[in-house]
Every structure is written in C-alpha cells, then in structure tokens.
C-alpha cells in the first residue's frame, strides 16, 4: 500500500516561478486536503476536497490553486512563487471526514524553499 | 470559533520520566473530535488516537494515555517511562461534526534525553 504519496520531496524555487507539487492516494478516499507547516508553527489548510470535481478554501488560500479531477489526485499549484510561500507542504487525505471511523492520512511532505 | 492551545511549546525530560503534554480546545459545540498526531524527526506526521465529544472515557495504549476531559476541555496526553524515540513533535487537533476542516494546535516539541 502507498498511502498518500507527494512529489516532489524538496525543490527550490526563484521568485516569480511556478509549480506544481503532486499528491495521489490509492486508498480510495474522498476527501483531500493540503497544509502548509511553517518553521515552529502547526498546520495551516491551504485547501482540501470532498470529492472529486469539489474544491474549498481552507485558512490561508491566497497564492494557491487546486484541482481534484478525479479521486485519486489533488495537485497543489503556486503560479507566482514568494518567500512567504517556503515551508514544508503536507497532503492528506481521509475517506470521509478524517472522523471516528477513519483518520487523515499524511503524506511524507514536500520542502520548498522560494529563494 | 473553534480553537485549539498547546501552551508547552517545547519540553526535555530525561529518558524514562513520565511527561504530560497539554491540549484545551474552545468550541460550542457538543459534537466534535479530537486527535493526536506525532511528528518524529522525520517530518511524516503519524495519527495516535481520535476521541469523540461523547467518549471521556480514557485511553491508554501501552505507554500512550490520554485524558479527556469535557469539564475543563483538555485532552491531555501522556508518556509513561518515555523513551528516546518519543522524541518529536506532537499535535492536538480538533474537528466540528458539522466541519469538514481539522483545526491543528501549535504542536508541542518533546526532547527525551539519554
């Protein structure tokens, strides 16, 4: 089983670039989510999805777009990397609310640094 | 609005001292859950335990126990006879029943000496 799996694992930007950090799960799950974890500080959800075709905003969505075209993926795209934007981002999933019958899923994270 | 603090922001005790880390959450709701999550030096968050709102039951899960406790709204975690590898990161969480967002805390970071 792979779980939830995140490329790529660490990548540098310059400002101004843009990217697209990859998450897939083979768990069948519906809902999805990405955070962002900054140096010292908890997570932070950028988005995250109930299924495919479905996207909301989390906490902090500014400078990020998603897409769940179908279940298995939910890219994380940055169109104009900032500094503000380097920190470790993890994907997540769950198949339904991450409640009592099922946990969030994490992936290992992808370091990114914007220089 | 719903919230979660984990005043310690970072704890050392000595390998095989007992250690409590400590979570309050601020809600109005009745139903909701609570989680604990690890971060090992690794950086892969690892999920430990959920508890429901109508659960106070505790839980102890060989060295791991917790302790829910609605009057006070904490649901601390402790480690019995800690080890070196309990070294990490740990995160309190919590989610609304009628929420789809996990609120994470600050996270508490443990050092267990040798």
């Known amino acids: 089983n792979a779980g939830v799996t995140q490329t790529p694992k660490f990548r540098i930007l310059k400002i101004g670039q843009s990217m697209t950090l990859q998450c897939t799960q083979d768990m069948n799950h519906n809902y999805m989510y990405w955070y962002r974890q900054d140096p010292g500080m908890g997570l932070k959800l950028i988005y995250y999805s109930v299924g495919a075709g479905i996207t909301d905003k989390g906490e902090v969505p500014n400078g990020y777009n998603v897409s769940r075209s179908t279940t298995e993926d939910f890219p994380l795209r940055l169109e104009l990397a900032a500094p503000s934007q380097t920190s470790v981002y993890f994907c997540?999933?769950?198949?339904?609310?991450?409640?009592?019958?099922?946990?969030?899923?994490f992936g290992d994270g992808t370091r990114l640094s914007i220089l | 609005a719903q919230k979660v603090t984990q005043a310690q922001t970072e704890i050392s005790v000595v390998e095989k001292e007992d250690v409590t880390l400590d979570c309050v959450y601020e809600t109005r709701d009745t139903t909701y859950y609570l989680f604990w999550y690890k971060q090992p030096p690794s950086g892969e968050l690892v999920f430990l335990i959920r508890?429901?709102?109508?659960?106070?039951q505790n839980e102890i899960s060989g060295r791991y126990s917790w302790n829910f406790q609605k009057s006070t709204s904490s649901f601390n975690f402790t480690i019995t006879a800690s080890q070196v590898v309990d070294s990490a990161v740990y995160f309190c969480?919590?989610?609304?029943?009628?929420?789809?967002?996990?609120?994470f805390g600050k996270g508490t970071r443990l050092h267990i000496l040798p």
């Open positions: 997540a999933s769950s198949y339904n609310r991450g409640l009592g019958e099922q946990p969030q899923h």
């Open positions: 969480a919590f989610l609304m029943n009628r929420d789809d967002k996990i609120i």
């Open positions: 508890r429901n709102s109508f659960d106070e």
